[in-house]
C-alpha cells in the first residue's frame, strides 16, 4: 500500500432524481483497517451513495470526500481508490491483457503492473482469452483486478458477490481481509446480512436513503443467545455456571453470551443429552429483517 | 499523454479495427474499381464517361456517398463503452471528463486519418489501374484526381468525429448507430425530395461533402425526379469549412453534456 490511509466521510448528503429522493441527509465514516459493509435492502440508496462518492454521480447537496477531499479532486484517484460497480465492466471483445492494458495506460502503471495482477486474482491462464468467454468468477476477478492497477488504498465494493458461487463467496472473503489487514478501507455494499456476517467488522445499514444505524458489528449485534431444550435441563444448568441461563419452560433454556457451537461443546463435556440448538436472531439481524419486511408500508 | 495512449490501445485491441480497415479498402479499391471498370456512362441512368471531368467527379462523389461507414463507426466505439459499462470504468480512472474525451477524439481523429489515407490511396490505384487497362485518358488532370481524393479522405476523418459526436450525445448504441446511418445514408437523400427542403442540401453534411468534389450528380438527379431547381452547391472551400464546423459542434456538445450528466 503506498502512503497514508484514508478515511471516507459522507456528510449530510442528498440526491434527488425529479421527485425521488434516492438519499437524503446522509452522513457516516469509513475508517482504515476494517471492513466497513454497506447493508440496506435493495433501492436503498447504497449504489447511488457510492457513485457519489467516485464523483460518477452529482449529489444534489452535501459532500463526500475520501481523505479529506471529493473524488473528482483526487490528483492520481485510482491510486487512491478502486471501486467495483459492474461485475462485468469490459469490452467482449478484449482480452483480459488488453483490458487491463488500456487502464493501466490511463493509470500511468507499467505493463509489469498488469502481469502481477493476472496472477494475484488467478487469471494468468485466461489472460490473452477474449473477455465474452468468461465466467461469472474469473469476471469478478477481473474488475477486482482493474480496482487494484494503482494498489489502492481505498477499495469500494458495490454487491460484489452477486452471482458467486460459495467457492467465490469464500474466496472474496479472505481476499478483502488480506487488505483491511494491510490498513486500506474496504466498503463493501450488500442486501443479503448472512453473507458480511463473517466479513465485516463495522457496518453502516440504510433504507429509503436515511441513515438507520452505524457502528461495529459486535456492538450492533448484540450478544448471542441460543435456545436449548434439554431433558437433563437441571444438569445443563449446572454445566453452563457462571453464564446467564434463563428457564423458557421446564426443558427449555435461553442462553446468552454464547453460541451454538459453545454450547454444544459444553454439554458433550458434562454429558448432558441436548434435543434441539436453535441460535436467536441477534438485534442486527432483526433490525434487518424489520427492514427488509417493511417494503409495503408508506414511504 | 497518458489517456491518448490508453485510448489508442483500447481502439486497437478490437477486432474493429482491422475491419475498419478492411472495410476501408474495399470501398477505396473495390468500389472504386467496380464502377472505373463498369464506366460510368453505362450507369442506370448513363452518366458521362471517365474521359470527361464530371464522370471522374461523379465517381469521387459517390466515394464521399460512402462516409456513413466512418461515422458508424465512430459512433459505434463510443457507445460501446456505454453498452459494455466501462465507461464508469474510465471515468473512475480519469474524472476530468473533458480530458477523457478529448483524448478519444484525438485517438479516433488518427483512425479516420488512416481510414482516409487508406480509401483514397486503393481508390486513386484502382482508377488508375483501370483507367490504364482500358487505355482511357481520365479527363481530369492527375493532379487534380489527387487532390480531390485527398479531399474525400479527409472527408472521412470529419465524419468519423461527427459519429463520435453524437455516439457520446446519445450513448444508446442503436439510437446513435439508427440517427448516423439512417440520416446519412437515407435520410439526407430523402430531404433532398422535399421541394423546399431541399434548397437546404448545400449546407447538410453530405452537401457539404458533395461541394468537396463539385459532386452534384446525386443532387442533379433527384432535382430533375422531383423537377425542382437544380442545387447549388457551396465552393470546395465552403464544404470544407462547414464540415469541420459539423464536427466540431459534435465535439463541443458531447464534451459539454459528457462533463455534469451522473454516470448511472
Do not use: C
Given at each position: 500500500m503506498?502512503?497514508?490511509?484514508?478515511?471516507?466521510?459522507?456528510?449530510?448528503?442528498?440526491?434527488?432524481?425529479?421527485?425521488?429522493?434516492?438519499?437524503?441527509?446522509?452522513?457516516?465514516?469509513?475508517?482504515?483497517g476494517?471492513?466497513?459493509?454497506?447493508?440496506?435492502?435493495?433501492?436503498?440508496?447504497?449504489?447511488?451513495?457510492?457513485?457519489?462518492?467516485?464523483?460518477?454521480?452529482?449529489?444534489?447537496?452535501?459532500?463526500?470526500?475520501?481523505?479529506?477531499?471529493p473524488?473528482?479532486?483526487?490528483?492520481?484517484?485510482s491510486?487512491?481508490?478502486?471501486?467495483?460497480?459492474?461485475?462485468s465492466?469490459?469490452?467482449?471483445?478484449?482480452?483480459?491483457?488488453?483490458?487491463?492494458?488500456?487502464?493501466?495506460?490511463?493509470?500511468?502503471?507499467?505493463?509489469?503492473?498488469?502481469?502481477?495482477?493476472?496472477?494475484?486474482?488467478?487469471?494468468?491462464?485466461?489472460?490473452?482469452?477474449?473477455?465474452?468467454?468468461?465466467?461469472?468468477?474469473?469476471?469478478?476477478?477481473?474488475?477486482?483486478?482493474?480496482?487494484?492497477?494503482?494498489?489502492?488504498?481505498?477499495?469500494l465494493?458495490?454487491?460484489?458477490s452477486?452471482?458467486?458461487?460459495?467457492?467465490?463467496?469464500?474466496?472474496?472473503?479472505?481476499?478483502?481481509?488480506?487488505?483491511?489487514?494491510?490498513?486500506?478501507?474496504v466498503?463493501?455494499?450488500?442486501?443479503?446480512?448472512?453473507?458480511?456476517?463473517?466479513?465485516?467488522d463495522?457496518?453502516?445499514?440504510?433504507?429509503?436513503?436515511?441513515?438507520?444505524?452505524?457502528?461495529?458489528?459486535?456492538q450492533?449485534?448484540?450478544?448471542?443467545?441460543?435456545?436449548?431444550?434439554?431433558?437433563?435441563?437441571?444438569?445443563?444448568?449446572?454445566?453452563?455456571?457462571?453464564?446467564?441461563?434463563?428457564?423458557?419452560?421446564?426443558g427449555?433454556?435461553?442462553?446468552h453470551?454464547?453460541?451454538a457451537?459453545?454450547?454444544?461443546?459444553?454439554?458433550?463435556?458434562?454429558?448432558?443429552?441436548?434435543?434441539?440448538?436453535?441460535?436467536e436472531?441477534?438485534?442486527?439481524?432483526?433490525l434487518?429483517?424489520?427492514?427488509?419486511?417493511d417494503?409495503?408500508?408508506?414511504? | 499523454?497518458?489517456?491518448?495512449?490508453?485510448?489508442?490501445?483500447?481502439?486497437?485491441?478490437?477486432?474493429?479495427?482491422?475491419?475498419?480497415?478492411?472495410?476501408?479498402?474495399?470501398?477505396?479499391?473495390?468500389?472504386?474499381?467496380?464502377?472505373a471498370?463498369?464506366?460510368?456512362?453505362?450507369?442506370?441512368?448513363?452518366?458521362?464517361?471517365?474521359?470527361?471531368?464530371?464522370?471522374?467527379?461523379?465517381?469521387?462523389?459517390?466515394l464521399?456517398?460512402?462516409?456513413?461507414?466512418?461515422?458508424?463507426v465512430?459512433?459505434?466505439?463510443?457507445?460501446?463503452?456505454?453498452?459494455?459499462?466501462?465507461?464508469a470504468?474510465?471515468?473512475?480512472?480519469?474524472?476530468?471528463?473533458?480530458?477523457?474525451?478529448a483524448?478519444?477524439?484525438?485517438?479516433?481523429?488518427g483512425?479516420?486519418?488512416?481510414?482516409?489515407?487508406?480509401?483514397?490511396?486503393?481508390?486513386?490505384?484502382?482508377?488508375?489501374?483501370?483507367a490504364?487497362?482500358?487505355?482511357?485518358?481520365?479527363?481530369?488532370?492527375?493532379?487534380?484526381?489527387l487532390?480531390?481524393?485527398?479531399?474525400?479522405?479527409?472527408?472521412?476523418?470529419?465524419?468519423?468525429?461527427?459519429?463520435?459526436?453524437?455516439?457520446?450525445l446519445?450513448?444508446?448504441?442503436?439510437?446513435?448507430?439508427?440517427?448516423?446511418?439512417?440520416?446519412?445514408?437515407?435520410?439526407?437523400?430523402?430531404?433532398?425530395?422535399?421541394?423546399?427542403?431541399?434548397?437546404?442540401?448545400?449546407?447538410?453534411?453530405?452537401?457539404?461533402?458533395?461541394?468537396?468534389?463539385?459532386f452534384?450528380?446525386?443532387?442533379?438527379?433527384?432535382?430533375?425526379?422531383?423537377?425542382?431547381?437544380?442545387?447549388?452547391?457551396?465552393?470546395?472551400?465552403?464544404?470544407?469549412?462547414?464540415?469541420?464546423?459539423?464536427?466540431?459542434?459534435?465535439?463541443?456538445?458531447?464534451?459539454?453534456l459528457?462533463?455534469r450528466?451522473?454516470?448511472?
Open positions: 503506498n502512503g497514508r490511509p484514508l478515511t471516507i466521510e459522507v456528510s449530510r448528503l442528498s440526491k434527488r432524481y425529479g421527485p425521488v429522493a434516492a438519499v437524503r441527509d446522509l452522513s457516516f465514516t469509513v475508517e482504515p476494517v471492513v466497513t459493509g454497506f447493508l440496506g435492502p435493495n433501492g436503498a440508496g447504497k449504489t447511488t451513495t457510492m457513485r457519489m462518492l467516485t464523483g460518477l454521480v452529482s449529489p444534489t447537496s452535501g459532500t463526500a470526500t475520501i481523505g479529506g477531499r473524488y473528482r479532486r483526487l490528483r492520481q484517484p491510486r487512491a481508490v478502486g471501486a467495483v460497480f459492474d461485475a465492466a469490459f469490452h467482449p471483445g478484449h482480452t483480459a491483457r488488453d483490458h487491463l492494458r488500456v487502464y493501466a495506460a490511463m493509470g500511468g502503471y507499467p505493463d509489469g503492473r498488469v502481469t502481477e495482477l493476472l496472477e494475484l486474482l488467478d487469471l494468468a491462464g485466461a489472460a490473452d482469452r477474449r473477455t465474452h468467454g468468461f465466467s461469472t468468477g474469473m469476471r469478478q476477478r477481473l474488475t477486482l483486478a482493474t480496482a487494484l492497477l494503482g494498489d489502492p488504498r481505498v477499495l465494493l458495490d454487491e460484489p452477486n452471482g458467486l458461487d460459495p467457492e467465490g463467496v469464500r474466496w472474496l472473503r479472505g481476499f478483502l481481509r488480506r487488505l483491511a489487514d494491510e490498513g486500506r478501507t466498503l463493501i455494499s450488500s442486501h443479503v446480512l448472512h453473507e458480511m456476517q463473517q466479513l465485516v463495522d457496518v453502516v445499514v440504510i433504507r429509503r436513503g436515511e441513515l438507520v444505524a452505524a457502528g461495529p458489528w459486535s450492533l449485534a448484540g450478544p448471542p443467545a441460543v435456545l436449548v431444550r434439554s431433558p437433563d435441563a437441571d444438569r445443563l444448568i449446572t454445566a453452563l455456571h457462571g453464564h446467564r441461563v434463563e428457564t423458557v419452560e421446564p427449555r433454556l435461553r442462553v453470551g454464547l453460541d457451537p459453545a454450547v454444544a461443546g459444553l454439554a458433550a463435556r458434562h454429558q448432558v443429552r441436548v434435543h434441539e440448538l436453535v441460535a436472531n441477534t438485534s442486527l439481524e432483526e434487518f429483517l424489520d427492514l427488509t419486511s417494503k409495503a408500508a408508506t414511504p | 499523454m497518458n489517456l491518448l495512449r490508453a485510448e489508442f490501445r483500447r481502439l486497437l485491441a478490437t477486432r474493429m479495427w482491422r475491419g475498419l480497415l478492411l472495410a476501408a479498402a474495399l470501398l477505396g479499391g473495390g468500389l472504386m474499381g467496380a464502377m471498370l463498369v464506366g460510368p456512362q453505362n450507369f442506370s441512368p448513363p452518366m458521362p464517361g471517365l474521359d470527361t471531368g464530371t464522370g471522374v467527379r461523379s465517381l469521387l462523389g459517390f464521399g456517398y460512402t462516409a456513413f461507414v466512418p461515422a458508424a465512430g459512433a459505434l466505439a463510443v457507445t460501446s463503452e456505454y453498452r459494455h459499462r466501462t465507461a470504468v474510465t471515468f473512475l480512472f480519469a474524472p476530468r471528463r473533458g480530458q477523457v474525451l483524448a478519444k477524439l484525438a485517438a479516433f481523429g483512425a479516420g486519418l488512416a481510414y482516409g489515407v487508406i480509401l483514397a490511396g486503393t481508390a486513386a490505384g484502382a482508377l488508375f489501374g483501370v490504364a487497362i482500358r487505355g482511357i485518358s481520365l479527363g481530369l488532370p492527375t493532379g487534380t484526381v487532390g480531390l481524393l485527398a479531399r474525400v479522405g479527409l472527408a472521412m476523418v470529419v465524419f468519423l468525429l461527427i459519429g463520435v459526436g453524437v455516439g457520446a446519445l450513448r444508446n448504441q442503436v439510437a446513435a448507430l439508427s440517427v448516423v446511418i439512417g440520416y446519412l445514408y437515407l435520410g439526407e437523400p430523402l430531404l433532398m425530395m422535399i421541394p423546399g427542403v431541399n434548397r437546404l442540401y448545400p449546407v447538410l453534411p453530405g452537401g457539404a461533402t458533395a461541394a468537396l468534389t463539385d452534384t450528380y446525386l443532387a442533379d438527379a433527384i432535382s430533375q425526379e422531383v423537377g425542382s431547381t437544380a442545387v447549388h452547391l457551396l465552393p470546395p472551400a465552403g464544404g470544407a469549412l462547414l464540415l469541420t464546423a459539423y464536427a466540431l459542434t459534435a465535439a463541443l456538445l458531447a464534451t459539454i459528457t462533463l450528466r451522473d454516470i448511472t
